[in-house]
């Protein structure tokens, strides 16, 4: 690894430069939470924030209203440092995506200065809706990534890691259509909706017993009918099914279907299944740009336990690993007992432990870019394969 001392003390100074800018920009989003693709107040934030520092940005890139583009520098290594700041519905930010913005303000702010010394062209995305719209998979496809050597970010967790246990995921919707009558006048004009989900949950918990020890298979009702004296003639649910691959979920895709399926078989009601946003796959990580993010947050004063299970979810970082070298560390915001999507995870995301994560992880990522950029056989093969 090139001696890159100099440079550490560069991006530190920086990085204590902007560490208001930063923690002001997280605490906002904290205390303003915005659903997928409705987070209007975030993305004008971090557009602003960004630049404030020195980058060009571009709203609404990829037809998203609420993604940003920021960009400094010409170089031929292109980095990418992603930005999240969607909220969950009803405990607001508890899966700490104001840190993910702030963090990768932070490591783009410490970064800026040095872009033309290290040939590189920085760029940060707000990538709106990671919580089930898949905004990375959209501007994906719509070429806000062409060109990405690079794509990082972190992800604050109860737990410090090199990486996410990162499942396939698809997100879908149910719906049963039925035929309302008077439950007690009339049942037997009835076609009961409720009836199908629940025969379609039963077949769902016995297929549990054949799928893989990775499978997961969730969800809601999100309608469940109208009176208790009315027989259900709707009933809609909102369900996420994950494997380790994507091959292993398109092998239980269909097997889930065949249970919804089931119910309406059973009971006469119609059955409607449609996917809520895209496919969320796998996530690849890049080895050596991981040994260099532990060797530089490391150097910083983060730690990393030996953990055989690190934090296990589904991203749309995922669909993004398949196409460029990534990384998608976690963060230790010191929330334990409190996980990811619970309400005092909320809490934990705007402590000071969490403030010191965003920090501390903003400038493992720079100096991630910065070893990155200056270790030649790692800059050619990076720069070898561009996003498509």
């Known amino acids: 690894m090139p001696q890159v001392d100099g440079e550490r003390r560069a991006i530190r100074s920086a990085a204590e430069r902007n560490y208001g800018r930063a923690y002001d920009l997280s605490h906002r989003i904290h205390a303003n939470p915005e659903l997928a693709f409705e987070e209007v107040k975030a993305a004008t934030w971090l557009a602003s924030e960004l630049e404030a520092v020195g980058f060009t940005t571009t709203k609404g890139v990829g037809g998203l209203d609420t993604a940003v583009l920021g960009e400094a520098g010409s170089g031929e290594l292109v980095v990418t440092l992603c930005a999240e700041y969607d909220a969950l519905p009803k405990v607001g930010h508890a ?3 104001n ?3 702030a963090s990768a303000l932070l490591g783009a702010a410490s970064l800026i200065d040095l872009v033309d010394e290290l040939g590189i062209t920085l760029r940060v995305i707000g990538t709106p809706a990671e919580e089930g719209g898949g905004g990375k998979i959209i501007l994906l496809e719509e070429g806000v990534f062409t060109g990405t050597n690079v794509a990082m970010m972190l992800h604050p967790a109860p737990m410090e890691a090199d990486r996410m246990h990162v499942q396939a995921a698809r997100h879908f ?12 006048a009339a049942p037997q004009l009835g076609v009961n909706a409720l009836d199908a ?8 918990g016995l297929l549990r017993q054949h799928i893989l020890a990775d499978d997961r298979i969730h969800g809601i009702i999100t309608k469940g009918g109208d009176a208790p004296n009315i027989i259900p003639s709707l009933v809609e649910g909102e369900f996420l099914t994950r494997s380790a691959t994507l091959a ?9 279907d065949r249970c919804f399926e089931a119910g309406a078989l059973a009971t006469g009601a119609s059955c409607t299944i449609s996917d809520r946003g895209p496919i969320y796959s796998q996530l ?11 060797r530089e947050a490391t150097h910083i004063g983060r730690t990393f336990p030996v953990d055989d299970r690190p934090l296990s979810a589904s991203t749309d970082m995922g669909n993004i690993s398949l196409e460029v070298a990534t990384i998608h560390p976690l963060v230790n915001i010191n929330s334990w007992p409190a996980v990811n999507h619970q309400p005092g995870f909320t809490e934990a995301a705007k402590s000071p432990e969490a403030d010191r994560a ?13 070893v990155a950029a200056t270790d030649n056989e790692i800059r050619q093969r990076l720069i070898a394969c561009p996003c498509r």
Do not use: Q, W
């Open 197 to 204: 989900m629940t025969i379609s949950l039963t077949s769902i």
């Open 173 to 184: 919707l149910v719906s049963f259509e039925g035929k309302d009558s008077h439950a007690a």
């Open 358 to 370: 965003m920090f501390e992880g903003g400038m493992a990522l720079a100096m991630t870019a910065v």
């Open 95 to 97: 899966c700490g995506h």
């Open 248 to 256: 292993e979920l398109e092998n239980l895709a269909p097997r889930v």
């Open 99 to 101: 840190i993910i913005a």
């Open 284 to 294: 690849v990580t890049d080895e050596d740009l991981a040994a260099i993010y532990v």
